[in-house]
């Protein structure tokens, strides 16, 4: 681990039991890279160098990575796994969104779908949206009693424990954007016609709830980060920021995982190709 990715971890990692104000924290803040472009260059390597330790994990066969992307409206997550994994091939990387839970999915526990969708050995499976729309939607729209949603902090934590006990490394990110940024990245997608299908008038009933939903994060951020699976506050509003710091921290824990390809059985001096 290089000084620098050693100093993005410190910088954004939510300690074991912290109390987050992520009022405190500048979603615009560049600090910890240098000029923009010469940044952007560099997370193109980082993509380049994820794809050659995916592919030796992915060789290796017995351990899995999570990434869980969790954010407000518009905060960047299709955008994070096009820069981040653009260069992954696509045999070692599965992707699942999180929407709505179906009659199927309502029949059965909250932490069902999720399971399901967990990455298997050699993998690294992405989540954009995640099991903590259960302690954040949820919560806010009052999907669930409160005394419910109480417990799944404890249940969720428990979850992932069991997770990285049986061979899972999970990276959380919450990619955090200013209520400013939201609201020009909502109007642009008015604006432009090639982005309407992005535009959802739900996402403007849920901006009406920010305040609501930054405690909510807040609760999360404390109650959820833990030494198994820690979260990570990205400063969001600059999206070469936030793929920046994503791409960093997802190669420093690839490299201290680092997986090795398989030693055969075999000689190769004792074969020939005709």
């Not at 910088?11 to 405190?24: A, C, I, M, Q, T």
């Not at 560099?42 to 592919?55: F, K, N, W």
Request: glycine share 6%.
């Amino acid at each position: 681990m290089t000084d620098h990715e050693r100093a993005i971890i410190e910088r954004l990692r939510v300690k074991p039991g912290e109390h987050v104000r992520l009022k405190d924290r500048d979603p615009r803040d560049s600090s910890l890279f240098g000029a923009e472009q010469e940044t952007k260059t560099a997370t193109d390597a980082i993509a380049r160098d994820i794809d050659v330790l995916q592919d030796r994990l992915y060789a290796e066969g017995s351990r899995a990575l999570l990434v869980v992307l969790q954010g407000t409206d518009t905060s960047g997550k299709d955008g994070t796994i096009r820069t981040v994994f653009n260069a992954t091939g696509p045999l070692g990387v599965s992707v699942t969104a999180f929407g709505v839970p179906t009659t199927q999915e309502l029949a059965h526990d909250y932490l069902w779908r999720v399971h399901a969708a967990c990455p298997r050995r050699g993998t690294i499976g992405i989540f954009n949206r995640s099991h903590y729309e259960d302690v954040l939607i949820a919560k806010v729209r009052k999907l669930a009693p409160k005394e419910a949603v109480e417990q799944r902090y404890d249940q969720i934590n428990a979850f992932e424990r069991m997770l990285t006990e049986n061979g899972t490394t999970i990276l959380k990110f919450m990619l955090h954007i200013s209520n400013g940024e939201q609201k020009e990245r909502l109007q642009e997608r008015l604006d432009d016609p090639k982005k309407h299908w992005k535009f959802n008038p739900g996402d403007l009933e849920d901006r009406a709830f920010w305040n609501e939903y930054q405690e909510a994060y807040e609760t999360m951020l404390h109650r959820c980060s833990t030494q198994h699976a820690p979260w990570y506050v990205i400063p969001a509003d600059r999206k070469w920021v936030r793929n920046a710091a994503i791409a960093s921290i997802v190669k420093a824990t690839l490299e201290e995982m680092n997986p090795q390809y398989p030693k055969v059985s075999w000689n190769p001096d004792d074969f020939t190709i005709a």
